[in-house]
């Protein structure tokens, strides 16, 4: 079971076009993130806080053609990336407003970098939201329940009205 993660801190990212600042991916806001024309070079940098399983990835594309073909998601223990743990290829929709989700298995760290590598025709690449999913225990098995109905073979007279008595009983199984 996937559940979102703890909003992340951004360590770094590819210079941002200007009043589009890369923290507006993780603010939960409509606003968005550009870089400024940097393509396939734009890149984020996150700080989950503390070694976190990751199994899944969400990412919307702006509501303009400057949208993202494909990237990769780079895990690692250490901030400047320098020991890779894996490396995951995500295809996104490369569609303005579009929604990318990636399911992955998952992946340990601490950090995460979001790399584009393929983009439409504008350079200025982005998004207006990233959503890291962390791993989670399934939930427990619901109890089910079961019930029967019976029917008393009498008629009852109740407030002048014939009824049919009816016993029900409910069950939960374990």
Request: hydrophobic share 35%; charged share 20%; aromatic share 10%.
């Amino acid at each position: 079971m996937l559940t979102p993660a703890p909003a992340p801190r951004i360590v770094r990212s590819a210079e941002a076009f200007p009043n589009m600042e890369a923290e507006r991916l993780v603010d939960g806001s409509s606003l968005a993130y550009a870089s400024n024309g940097k393509g396939t070079e734009t890149f984020v940098d996150f700080d989950l806080g503390q070694p976190t399983q990751i199994g899944g990835f969400k990412h919307v594309d702006r509501p303009d053609p400057a949208t993202i073909d494909t990237a990769q998601l780079i895990f690692s223990d250490y901030e400047d990336f320098s020991e890779p743990i894996r490396t995951v290829e995500v295809d996104h929709v490369n569609r303005p407003g579009g929604t990318t989700f990636a399911r992955f298995e998952p992946v340990t760290a601490r950090y995460v970098r979001w790399q584009v590598t393929a983009i439409s025709a504008h350079a200025c690449s982005g998004g207006t939201e990233i959503t890291f999913y962390a791993t989670a225990d399934s939930e427990p098995t619901p109890k089910q329940t079961s019930f029967s109905a019976r029917a008393w073979p009498a008629l009852a007279r109740e407030e002048g009205r014939l009824m049919l008595p009816l016993s029900i009983t409910f069950c939960d199984s374990e």
